[in-house]
């Protein structure tokens, strides 16, 4: 969703709740985004360090990446959660 820089936050909330009323329902942006890396998606779901990570149900995560990548476009936020904090969880490995 694109809005101008210069928007107040209260200005910003009103136009994000405006355009999902009349906009599509999903976020086409991030779909098309999150097509186009499905093959780095994959690879981050086979490394060791995402198996064994305690707090991820990893039933679930599968789910999540297959289903999206099978059509469940409604599952776009909950991969892109995932890969965010996947990235921050990285992130943070690499500091420590």
Not at 18 to 41: E, P
Request: no cysteine; net charge negative; charged share 30%.
């Amino acid at each position: 969703m694109i809005y101008p820089y210069s928007s107040s936050t209260i200005k910003a909330q009103l136009i994000r709740k405006i355009k999902q009323l009349f906009g599509s329902r999903y976020d086409n942006n991030k779909i098309f985004m999150l097509h186009s890396i499905k093959d780095y998606v994959f690879e981050i779901l086979s490394e060791e360090s995402l198996k064994n990570y305690g707090p991820y149900d990893l039933k679930i995560v599968e789910k999540i990446v297959r289903d999206f990548y099978n059509g469940g476009n409604e599952l776009a936020d909950d991969l892109d959660w995932l890969l965010s904090f996947e990235i921050f969880r990285k992130r943070l490995e690499i500091i420590e």
